[in-house]
C-alpha cells in the first residue's frame, strides 16, 4: 500500500486550529439551495478529486487530517451533508438516499469536478451508495469506510422503532448532550484524547433538523441493494473495533459489492480520526489506484 505524502504537523496545535487552514465555504446548487464545504490541494489536476462524506453525527471538519495529508496530491473536498453546517436541507421531512444524491450531483455540477473518487463513512455511505448505483460515470472508485446498512429491507416496527429510539434521544439530549454521552461510542479504547474531543466537537455542532432528516433517510435506506448495482472500483473497510457497525455488518455489504472486506486493526467506527495515518494511507491508495484507471480510459 502507498502512503500518501508525508506532512510535518505540530500535535500541540488543536486540530480546531489546524482547520482554520480549511475554511468554511458555502456554494449555490440551486435557487435557495446551497452546500457548505472545505477544500484542499487547488491546482492539483493531473490527479482526480477525493470527495468526502461524513456520517449522521459528524460535519466536514471530522476529515482535517485527511484534508492535511492527502491535499498535498490532489483535490480534497469534504462536505456538509445537506441539513448540517451551512448546507440547506432536502425537501422531505423522510429523505430516501437519492434525494442526497442528487444534492450531490449538484454540488459537483457547481464545483466542476465532472468525476472524482468518492468516499463515504457510515450514513456518508449510504448516499455515496446511491450516488455510484445511479451516477456511474461520474464515479472513478467508490470507498465505503463503516458502512451503515440501513433499515430499509427490516420491518416497519423495527424502522420506527430505530427512527423513534434516536429521535427521542435527540430531543432529550439536544446536540450538545448527545455528544457528551454518545461520542465515546464512536471509538475504540485505544483512541487518545485528543481524538475523542474532536468527535465530541463535531458531535455537538449537529443540527437538529438536519439530524432528524438524516435519521430517516438511515431507517428507510438499503445500502446492500445500492452497491449491489455498482458497475465500478469499490472498497470496504471497517476497525477491528468498531461497535456500530462491526465487522459482521460490513462483511454483508462488502460481500453485496462482491469485494473483500478490509479490517483496521485497533480502531473503532470513527477510524479516520483516531487511526488517521491507516485511514489516510488507506484512502490514498484506493485514490492512486483510481487515477492509474482513469488514465487509462
Given amino acids: 500500500m502507498s502512503a500518501a505524502l508525508p506532512v510535518t504537523v505540530d500535535r500541540t496545535v488543536t486540530l480546531e ?21 472545505r477544500e484542499a490541494g487547488a491546482g492539483h ?52 438516499a437519492d434525494e442526497y444524491a442528487g444534492a ?6 457547481a464545483l466542476a469536478v465532472e468525476r472524482c473518487v468518492l468516499v463515504g463513512h457510515s450514513l ?11 451516477r456511474a460515470q461520474r464515479v472513478a472508485g467508490l470507498l465505503l469506510i463503516s458502512p451503515a446498512a440501513g433499515y430499509g429491507t427490516a420491518s416497519e416496527d423495527v424502522r420506527a422503532s430505530k427512527r423513534d429510539s434516536r429521535l427521542a434521544m435527540l430531543a432529550e439530549l ?25 468527535v465530541r466537537w463535531n458531535m455537538s455542532r449537529i443540527v437538529p433538523t438536519g439530524y432528524a432528516q438524516a435519521t430517516h433517510l438511515l431507517a428507510n435506506a438499503d445500502l446492500a441493494s445500492d452497491v449491489a448495482r455498482v458497475d465500478g472500483p469499490i472498497a470496504v473497510a471497517v476497525g ?20 473483500r472486506l478490509q479490517i483496521i486493526p485497533r480502531a473503532g467506527h470513527a477510524g479516520y480520526i483516531e ?3 491507516e485511514y489516510t494511507a488507506l484512502i ?4 492512486r489506484a483510481s487515477d492509474g484507471q482513469w488514465s487509462k480510459a
Fill in 124 to 134: 456518508g455511505a449510504i448516499i455515496a451508495g446511491s450516488y455510484a448505483a445511479s
Fill in 45 to 96: 489536476a493531473d490527479a482526480l478529486p477525493l470527495v468526502l462524506l461524513h456520517g449522521i453525527g459528524s460535519g466536514a471538519a471530522s476529515w482535517v487530517q485527511q484534508l492535511e495529508a492527502l491535499g498535498t496530491t490532489r483535490r480534497v473536498f469534504a462536505w456538509d451533508a445537506p441539513g448540517y453546517g451551512e448546507s440547506t436541507p432536502v425537501a422531505s421531512a423522510s429523505p430516501k
Fill in 240 to 259: 477491528a473495533e468498531d461497535s456500530i457497525t462491526p465487522p459482521s455488518s460490513c462483511e454483508r455489504i462488502a460481500q453485496a459489492a462482491r469485494t
Fill in 174 to 198: 439536544g446536540p450538545q448532550g448527545l455528544a457528551d454521552q454518545r461520542s465515546a461510542n464512536m471509538l475504540s479504547p485505544y483512541a487518545d484524547e485528543a481524538s475523542r474531543d474532536w
Fill in 17 to 37: 486550529t489546524r482547520l482554520s487552514h480549511f475554511p468554511a465555504r458555502r456554494i449555490a446548487i440551486a435557487p435557495q439551495c446551497a452546500i457548505g464545504y
Fill in 284 to 287: 490514498d491508495a484506493f485514490c
Fill in 275 to 277: 487511526a488517521a495515518n
Fill in 104 to 109: 450531490l450531483d449538484a454540488w459537483l455540477d
